[in-house]
């Protein structure tokens, strides 16, 4: 038996031995790379999951910890939480779930809204994964993007993607919107930022060769927008961005998934663990449902009219 398995059940021997009458709390100890909206909405869904299935009061101890955008500290974050033998670990984004099923060798591990976990090799399969991780992805539609920008500019010939190389996933969505736009005859112009304080440069880079500009679920491009939309609003480019969080932050209009919807659909899989399910022996689960949000201010400061087509089906409006 493992040191964590061993651990406890000494534990709950010792309880049921002084007739304790208040189980052991269970132990959730999440993670992720940085804080931004998104992120943070998954975080709470988790939490808010747990809590409604049983998990309240005192019957779940929470932490939370960011590497503050740092792939390093994720890893320092990551061997101190295997240290304190949580009952599971829940990461979040792609480079947190990298450096949790780096450091935990039997602790089960949730990742959550990572791109491509087969190709970030969080896990080697997206069916029953084995060892101790599952978890949730959030590949974003590409098609469904372009489609939507295409609305906005029907011309539209060239878009620009500021984005972070270093991190999987973004690297994966670049790549599947390269594809899916050559298809539709439209260039992509990439723009690279390895930190945020690289950002505004790389959107900056971007004026004067793109008709508008991407930004996909990369944490470091996320992490500090408010740049991107500074450098749509004096250019005259309209913001397109993947996740709806960022509308409210200034993107003009976004299809995506509810972040906060998507910690909850992570929290069904945490709940499943800590039911006793083998994360091994659960398939990860594929992000579900979309939304559609628009920034009226926005647009009209990035120069752009947002089709009577696209304001009828939204499901926000800013």
Not at 15 to 20: D, H, K, P, R, T
Not at 119 to 129: D, F, N
């Amino acid at each position: 038996m493992k040191l964590h398995a061993v651990l406890k059940t000494i534990l709950l021997s010792a309880s049921l031995a002084v007739g304790s009458l208040h189980a052991e709390p269970v132990y959730v100890a999440s993670t992720a790379i940085v804080e931004h909206p998104a992120l943070d909405a998954v975080r709470d869904g988790i939490k808010s999951y747990l809590e409604e299935h049983g998990y309240d009061g005192d019957k779940m101890k929470f932490s939370y910890e960011s590497a503050q955008g740092q792939p390093a500290i994720a890893a320092q974050i990551a061997r101190k939480l295997v240290g304190e033998q949580p009952d599971v670990i829940v990461a979040i984004a792609t480079p947190s779930a990298q450096a949790a099923v780096s450091a935990s060798q039997d602790i089960p591990v949730v990742f959550s809204v990572v791109t491509d976990p087969v190709g970030a090799k969080v896990v080697p399969s997206l069916t029953q994964p084995g060892a101790n991780v599952t978890g949730l992805s959030d590949m974003v539609n590409v098609k469904q993007h372009l489609a939507l920008m295409k609305e906005f500019l029907p011309n539209l010939q060239r878009i620009g993607i500021p984005f972070n190389p270093g991190e999987a996933n973004s690297v994966a969505i670049v790549e599947a919107m390269k594809a899916a736009a050559k298809e539709m005859g439209i260039e992509v112009i990439e723009s690279a930022a390895p930190k945020s304080s690289d950002v505004m440069i790389a959107a900056k880079q971007l004026v004067g060769k793109a008709d508008a500009i991407y930004c996909s679920t990369d944490n470091t491009i996320i992490s500090a927008f408010e740049s991107v939309v500074k450098v749509g609003i004096d250019a005259q480019i309209p913001v397109f961005a993947a996740d709806t969080a960022s509308v409210e932050r200034g993107a003009v209009a976004a299809v995506g998934y509810d972040y906060a919807d998507l910690g909850r659909q992570t929290g069904e899989l945490v709940l499943r663990v800590l039911k006793g399910e083998k994360p091994g022996d659960i398939d990860v689960k594929m992000a579900e449902g979309t939304n559609l949000f628009i920034n009226t201010k926005m647009a009209q400061r990035m120069g752009v009219t947002i089709p009577q087509s696209v304001q009828q089906r939204a499901n926000k409006i800013y």
